[in-house]
């Protein structure tokens, strides 16, 4: 791992303390949404505009996320700082998270939650089993482990971070590295990396627990044709594909908050098995699920992590 400059090592020296000496002590003592609100006018700080890597591998971030959200028209120019102000708010309300996540706080994670979101959640869940799409907002992580302590058997279809050689340290990286070793010890992974992904896939939705997966991961030139916010995009098949192959309904999740201080909601919608055969007749299947999560990231930019990389999701 290595830094871009000095301003680089800095910000991350000051944000490393900040995750260190506040936030943690926050996540041990006290609930959301109370511990939300103590992030007030510190939450967005501690990163160079210029030279932090954020979850990315490059240094920049933050200037790629403001150019992403103009080109997407989401908001007004001048208020494009606010947002990226908000979605830092919302990193740093991420790095909190992690920290239930890891010790699987139940009472705090659900807390995380409208209460009524989650109590739909439980009854839509029941004994099913589905294909659970979902999206990279910031509640991605939170919300499958609120679904482990629901006790709905599932697995996470996740890159293996273990094994991801990252070229720029940074402190977000070292939260969710953090996080992840406690959380595999409750939570069950399948990682896209393995020859077998789908194999594993199928087996597990074959043999009675869902599978959670982001219909909006980059890096599938070969992937579906869909739009999102004006762009033409490729994404993953894998959750259009696996219900056809299973049999097996897809659930739409996405979890979003509406303002950093409050508690996530959930957007949830059924889309019965796929019967299509042939990859042109899945395309309206993920159109479908994106023509849903449109809304939900056009009112609630900062919850949503896609601004950094939406740009090379474009075909």
Request: net charge positive.
């Amino acid at each position: 791992m290595k830094f871009a400059n000095s301003k680089q090592t800095v910000s991350n020296i000051l944000l490393d303390i900040y995750f260190k000496n506040f936030l943690k002590r926050v996540a041990k003592t006290i609930s959301p949404p109370t511990a939300y609100r103590l992030m007030f006018k510190t939450g967005d700080k501690f990163r160079d505009w210029a030279t932090y890597p954020s979850g990315t591998d490059e240094p920049g971030a933050l200037v790629r996320a403001s150019k992403n959200l103009e080109s997407a028209n989401i908001c007004e120019p001048d208020e494009i700082k606010n947002v990226i102000s908000e979605l830092l708010y919302f990193e740093s309300r991420f790095v909190m998270e992690n920290i239930w996540i890891k010790n699987r706080d139940c009472q705090k994670i659900i807390k995380s939650f409208n209460l009524d979101d989650v109590n739909r959640l439980k009854e839509v869940l029941g004994s099913n089993v589905y294909v659970i799409a979902t999206i990279h907002t910031v509640a991605l992580y939170i919300f499958v482990a609120l679904i482990n302590i629901l006790n709905h058997k599932s697995l996470f279809l996740i890159a293996n971070h273990e094994k991801y050689s990252w070229r720029y340290s940074s402190p977000l990286v070292t939260s969710s590295m953090q996080m992840i070793k406690g959380w595999k010890e409750y939570q069950e992974f399948i990682f896209p990396d393995s020859k077998d992904v789908m194999r594993l896939s199928k087996d597990a939705i074959n043999s009675g627990s869902s599978l959670v997966l982001c219909m909006d991961t980059p890096g599938y030139p070969n992937g579906v044709k869909a739009d999102l916010l004006g762009k033409h995009i490729t994404a993953p098949a894998g959750s259009a594909i696996l219900s056809k192959d299973c049999n097996t309904p897809i659930l739409l999740a996405i979890p979003y908050a509406t303002d950093i201080y409050k508690p996530y909601k959930i957007f949830l919608k059924v889309f019965e098995p796929v019967k299509q055969e042939s990859k042109n007749d899945i395309e309206p299947v993920l159109q479908a699920m994106f023509k849903e999560a449109e809304p939900i990231i056009r009112s609630n930019p900062a919850c949503w992590s896609g601004w950094f990389y939406i740009d090379s999701m474009e075909s």
